[in-house]
């Protein structure tokens, strides 16, 4: 997956959804990532995908990604 195409699926990132990635070739205990009240923090010159919670922001190797699941706002019936 490239930077661009990450991007794109984040999009959906508003601060009011929890994210999980999970990752190729980590170490067991770091093959996932769990953001709470994700938000996509829009591009910046350095062109790294960067994800916040508030408190902290996470840049993310899209290369690295082997998915990303992203709560939905409201439970589906």
Sequence with gaps: MTSEQ???ALRELDGEREAL???F??????TSL???GA???PDEPDHMVKVTDGKH???ID????????IALKT???
Excluded at 25 to 30: G, I, K, L, R, T
Excluded at 62 to 69: N, Q
């Design 6 to 8: 990450l991007r794109q």
């Design 21 to 23: 990635f999970a990752f």
């Design 25 to 30: 070739d980590m170490a067991e205990h770091s």
């Design 34 to 36: 769990v953001v709470k």
């Design 39 to 41: 938000m996509l923090i």
């Design 57 to 59: 922001i996470y840049i």
């Design 62 to 69: 899209a290369e690295g990604i082997a998915f990303v699941r």
């Design 75 to 77: 439970k589906l019936n």
